[in-house]
């Protein structure tokens, strides 16, 4: 069974930066897609970054520029990185793994990140 436990959420002023976690247990980490999505009080669910086995990274609009998605398949790990966050970014955060073209199979609880303006 693979377990994803996030961490590295908090409270941070507009225009800070907050480095996210994703700790994988499990084998599978190294060969399948893992992702980030994020829920902000009343919206729904969506998805902010991609990073595929081999690297090869995607975002969503909103968060070009200012996040960047990377992964240390060694230790089984991804992380998150957010600079310049304004209000808008508040949510919780949710890693994620699963096959390149498939659905995500694997999620964490959720770690949560406040921006205050």
């Known amino acids: 069974q693979v377990q994803l436990v996030e961490s590295g959420g908090g409270l941070v002023q507009a225009g800070g930066s907050l480095r996210l976690s994703c700790a994988a247990s499990?084998?599978?980490?190294?060969?399948?897609?893992m992702g980030w999505h994020r829920q902000a009080p009343g919206k729904q669910r969506e998805l902010v970054a991609l990073?595929?086995?081999?690297?090869?990274?995607s975002y969503v609009d909103s968060v070009k520029g200012r996040f960047t998605i990377s992964r240390d398949n060694a230790k089984n790990t991804g992380y998150l990185l957010m600079n310049s966050l304004n209000p808008d970014d508040t949510a919780v955060y949710y890693c994620n793994l699963g096959p390149f073209g498939g659905a995500m199979n694997y999620w964490g609880k959720g770690t949560l990140v406040t921006v205050s303006s």
């Open positions: 499990g084998s599978i980490f190294s060969r399948n897609v």
């Open positions: 990073i595929t086995s081999g690297g090869r990274t």
